[in-house]
């Protein structure tokens, strides 16, 4: 055997030897999940109000995941707390969907008020706002 022959089986025997490597950490994580639960991340994609267009869970541990397509949402089968929309499915029930309304912005008079401000030695500012309370301070009258 040649130099280039035993560097290719070298070669072969690394990437088995990696591939049995991962293979051993995704069993012992698995076990991990297996015992404590998976860990799952949601990615969920709607276009609307009464479907689900695509779910994929993901385990952030052991890396397993499954994806859905197409889900309806549907309203817990619950009359005491759903009433007449108990079990029915969100697409069924007849809802109206106001247009988006600007805030209204409503003008107020401006109020105009006297205060003294002084700076004192540390820097900082004193603010007389009894006029703005509605109180006198004590030798005004």
Request: some cysteine; glycine content about 6%; charged content about 40%.
């Amino acid at each position: 055997m040649s130099m280039k022959d035993y560097e290719e089986k070298a070669k072969k025997i690394q990437e088995q030897a990696e591939r049995l490597q991962a293979s051993m950490l995704s069993i012992k994580k698995l076990t991990e999940c297996a015992r404590e639960g998976h860990k799952f991340d949601l990615d969920v994609e709607c276009s609307n109000h009464a479907s689900i267009d695509n779910i994929i869970v993901h385990c952030s541990r052991c890396g397993a995941f499954g994806d859905a397509e197409g889900v309806d949402l549907r309203m817990p089968e619950n009359e005491e707390a759903f009433g007449d929309l108990s079990d029915k499915f969100v697409v069924d029930i007849e809802i109206e969907i106001p247009e988006e309304v600007e805030d209204e912005v409503v003008e107020t008079e401006e109020v105009k008020t006297e205060y003294k401000e002084e700076q004192s030695s540390d820097g900082t500012y004193k603010v007389d706002v009894s006029s703005i309370l509605g109180k006198k301070k004590e030798g005004d009258e």
